[in-house]
């Protein structure tokens, strides 16, 4: 079995702590065998020698909230309907998405978790075409970040649903209504082995124009079905929530992850509830401050760049309270606006708008980002973990947005083989 040691840089862990000075990392196949300093570990004679002096070592990145089989055209209004996968096929955006992932990977991204794919299509929201994806990813079809597939609950009337007029909707699958239909819906979900359920359902935005709190489309004991009926195998649930009833429904029915969650600051005691019992909070909130999106958004679609603009106050105080109060932070984008930074923008915007350090911005998308996946091989540099790191030049833990510029991310290693450098690709 080959075995890499890459020497002399300096380690980011991806645990928060301190960074060790002139370090090592063994790779013994496809597994971290040790990582610490450098007197401490020697690798065998005939090892591969990385050079890191003078750069960072540090984990893949994982992007938690992504949506890289959607297309959304910025220069139509109503800029988040699924345009090119409604008129054409659905299965342009999977493939679409193989393109979107990619890119990811040469971005440092290695792994990345999928709440939905495109319209909303009976396979695509059962998971079937996100586990496609997935198990192509693992059997080598290509160089891409690993896919954490979700698949979607959704009431009649949810947030999916009012993105396509119903009568292009694929029939069968406009909505679960009551516990017995959501339960029956996550178990479809669970059939084709999607890796997490999401609920697209407890809060949703406003049907009409105005002030006030998102709509609740589902009930408390239609929330506590999913979640009991994921539970019962293992799977871990996110709930699409931001305010109103369904935000209080998600927390107490034991969601494992609140998506976006934008008005749990109005909540202490739901707060309080996370930090007790490790729920975490996505809260996708980079978009929100990107100048380049808002005003790409301004030229298409003035009134969602407005909405985004107004929105920027709720979103900080909310990052600041729960980040303040301890609730764990993972990382995510809910991007699909591919000319933009993405994830590494994202970590710049929780140092600069959310009150983080730079590091701890980084174990939001490293260890914090593992938790939310639910995955425990990745997220940390430790033996016995995936061997997916960075080389880097310039310090993230100092500069986090070093890691906006693919040309600095100087090797992307997946599973113990480099596939990026410099923001190119490496085919096998």
Same mark, same amino acid.
Not at 284 to 310: C, S, Y
Not at 351 to 358: H, L, S
């Given at each position: 079995?080959?075995?890499?040691?890459?020497?002399?840089?300096?380690?980011?862990?991806?645990? @928060?702590?301190?960074?060790?000075?002139?370090?090592?990392?063994?790779?013994?196949?496809?597994?971290?065998?040790?990582?610490?300093?450098?007197?401490?570990?020697?690798?065998?004679?005939?090892?591969?020698?990385?050079?890191?002096?003078?750069?960072?070592?540090?984990?893949?990145?994982? !992007?938690?909230?992504?949506?890289?089989?959607?297309?959304?055209?910025?220069?139509?209004?109503?800029?988040?309907?699924?345009?090119?996968?409604?008129?054409?096929?659905?299965?342009?955006?999977?493939?679409?998405?193989?393109?979107?992932?990619?890119?990811?990977?040469?971005?440092?991204?290695?792994?990345?978790?999928?709440?939905?794919?495109?319209?909303?299509?009976?396979?695509?929201?059962?998971?079937?075409?996100?586990?496609?994806?997935?198990?192509?990813? !693992? &059997?080598?079809?290509?160089?891409?970040?690993?896919?954490?597939?979700?698949?979607?609950?959704?009431?009649?009337?949810?947030?999916?649903?009012?993105?396509?007029?119903?009568?292009?909707?694929?029939?069968?699958?406009? @909505?679960?209504?009551?516990?017995?239909?959501?339960?029956?819906?996550?178990?479809?979900?669970?059939?084709? !082995?999607?890796?997490?359920?999401?609920?697209?359902?407890?809060?949703?935005? &406003?049907?009409?124009?105005?002030?006030?709190?998102?709509?609740?489309?589902?009930?408390?004991?239609?929330?506590?079905?999913?979640?009991?009926?994921?539970?019962?195998?293992?799977?871990?649930?996110?709930?699409?929530?931001?305010?109103?009833?369904?935000?209080?429904?998600?927390?107490?029915?034991?969601?494992?992850?609140?998506?976006?969650?934008?008005?749990?600051? !109005?909540?202490?005691?739901?707060?309080?509830?996370?930090?007790?019992?490790?729920?975490?909070?996505?809260?996708?909130?980079?978009?929100?401050?990107?100048?380049?999106?808002?005003?790409?958004?301004? &030229?298409?679609?003035?009134?969602?760049?407005?909405?985004?603009?107004?929105?920027?106050?709720? =979103?900080?105080?909310?990052?600041?309270?729960?980040?303040?109060?301890?609730?764990?932070?993972?990382?995510?984008?809910?991007?699909?606006?591919?000319?933009?930074?993405?994830?590494?923008?994202?970590?710049?915007?929780?140092?600069?708008?959310?009150?983080?350090?730079?590091?701890?911005?980084?174990?939001?998308?490293?260890?914090?980002?593992?938790?939310?996946?639910?995955?425990?091989?990745?997220?940390?540099?430790?033996?016995?973990?995936?061997?997916?790191?960075?080389? =880097?030049?310039?310090?993230?833990?100092?500069?986090?947005?070093?890691?906006?510029?693919?040309?600095?991310?100087?090797?992307?290693?997946?599973?113990?083989?480099?596939?990026?450098?410099?923001?190119?690709?490496?085919?096998?």
């Amino acid at each position: 079995m080959s075995v890499k040691v890459i020497l002399g840089g300096r380690l980011i862990d991806g645990k @928060g702590g301190e960074p060790v000075e002139n370090s090592a990392v063994m790779i013994e196949g496809k597994l971290i065998k040790a990582a610490g300093g450098r007197r401490i570990i020697r690798g065998p004679s005939d090892a591969e020698v990385i050079d890191a002096d003078g750069r960072i070592v540090m984990p893949g990145l994982i !992007e938690s909230h992504n949506h890289p089989l959607g297309e959304r055209d910025l220069s139509d209004p109503g800029f988040k309907k699924y345009y090119d996968n409604l008129v054409t096929s659905p299965a342009l955006g999977l493939l679409k998405g193989v393109q979107v992932i990619q890119r990811m990977l040469t971005q440092g991204i290695t792994t990345v978790r999928i709440p939905h794919p495109t319209i909303p299509n009976a396979p695509e929201l059962r998971g079937e075409w996100l586990v496609a994806l997935r198990t192509a990813v !693992e &059997r080598g079809y290509f160089p891409a970040p690993r896919v954490v597939a979700g698949g979607c609950v959704l009431p009649t009337g949810g947030h999916l649903n009012a993105l396509a007029p119903p009568l292009v909707q694929n029939q069968g699958w406009r @909505g679960a209504d009551g516990p017995w239909e959501v339960r029956k819906q996550t178990r479809e979900c669970l059939t084709y !082995e999607v890796d997490f359920i999401k609920l697209i359902g407890p809060g949703h935005k &406003r049907y009409r124009k105005g002030v006030g709190p998102e709509h609740t489309c589902m009930t408390r004991e239609e929330v506590e079905a999913a979640v009991e009926e994921a539970h019962w195998r293992g799977v871990p649930v996110a709930a699409h929530v931001k305010n109103g009833p369904g935000l209080r429904f998600a927390v107490e029915s034991g969601v494992d992850t609140i998506e976006h969650g934008t008005h749990l600051f !109005e909540h202490p005691d739901l707060v309080a509830r996370m930090v007790r019992s490790g729920q975490m909070l996505v809260p996708t909130m980079g978009m929100f401050f990107n100048p380049r999106l808002i005003g790409e958004l301004e &030229r298409g679609d003035p009134a969602a760049a407005k909405g985004f603009v107004a929105e920027q106050e709720v =979103v900080r105080r909310n990052f600041r309270a729960c980040h303040e109060a301890g609730v764990k932070i993972a990382a995510g984008t809910d991007n699909t606006y591919w000319e933009v930074p993405g994830l590494a923008w994202e970590l710049q915007v929780y140092v600069d708008e959310g009150g983080m350090t730079p590091m701890e911005a980084i174990v939001s998308a490293t260890r914090t980002g593992a938790e939310a996946c639910a995955l425990d091989s990745v997220g940390t540099l430790e033996a016995g973990r995936s061997a997916d790191l960075l080389v =880097v030049e310039g310090d993230p833990s100092e500069d986090v947005s070093v890691l906006q510029d693919a040309g600095k991310i100087e090797a992307v290693f997946k599973e113990g083989r480099l596939v990026a450098r410099k923001g190119t690709l490496i085919y096998p």
